[in-house]
C-alpha cells in the first residue's frame, strides 16, 4: 500500500503541518474535526500537498 505526504496550512494562524498516512481522506477529516492533537487548537486546515 502506498503512503501520502501532506502539508496542511492553517486557515487561523497560516502555520504549516506535514504529515504521512496511507488514507489521505480518513486523515484530513480527523484534522479537521479535532481529533489529531498535533493541530486541534487549529481548527479548519487547508492541504497544500
Request: with cysteine.
Amino acid at each position: 500500500m502506498c503512503y501520502y505526504t501532506y502539508v496542511l496550512q492553517s486557515e487561523r494562524d497560516g502555520k504549516l503541518y506535514a504529515g504521512f498516512t496511507k488514507d489521505l481522506k480518513l486523515r484530513l477529516e480527523k484534522h479537521n474535526k479535532s481529533f489529531v492533537e498535533s493541530t486541534k487548537d487549529r481548527v479548519s486546515q487547508a492541504c497544500l500537498l
